[in-house]
């Protein structure tokens, strides 16, 4: 279970560091498609936003303070998803239909970030003064 538990966090992590790094590449295009959603300040918006998703998938990722990172991901979730995936204001099927479709899959991440409190197995990284290189291992988060 340990194991799976690892599994999980790195790719639920990772979801959230390639997207904020992708955020940040990608900056103008998604700026523009936040402008459209009347979101203002759009570039800034996707700059912020993309700050945040680095740092929760980072702090997921390297299970350094991962609740912290579990509650960045859930800010995200909750405060973007109802403005840039609003479906019930959709009218042309295909795009209210790809909306409805990151919505929700935007709602069961946010799920799984509440309940990432509940989770017991944690990758840890420490480093120190005598420690140059930073390791990591497996505890138990109670």
């Not at 973007?80 to 409805?100: A, K, L, T």
């Not at 990151?102 to 799920?111: D, P, Q, V």
């Not at 005598?130 to 138990?140: D, H, K, T």
């Amino acid at each position: 279970m340990k194991v799976a538990s690892l599994l999980g966090r790195l790719v639920f992590g990772g979801f959230f560091l390639y997207n904020g790094i992708n955020h940040l590449r990608q900056r103008k295009a998604l700026a523009q498609y936040a402008a459209a959603k009347n979101v203002v300040n759009p570039e800034l918006a996707v700059v912020g936003s993309g700050i945040l998703l680095a740092l929760a998938g980072t702090s997921l990722t390297l299970g350094i303070k991962p609740r912290v990172g579990a509650l960045l991901a859930a800010i995200f979730l909750s405060s973007v998803s109802p403005v840039m995936h609003d479906f019930w204001n959709i009218e042309e099927p295909g795009q209210r239909q790809n909306d409805m479709i990151n919505f929700s899959k935007n709602m069961a991440l946010l799920g799984a970030a509440f309940t990432f409190d509940e989770s017991r197995g944690a990758l840890a990284c420490k480093s120190g003064p005598l420690i140059r290189q930073p390791y990591c291992y497996l505890v138990r988060l109670e």
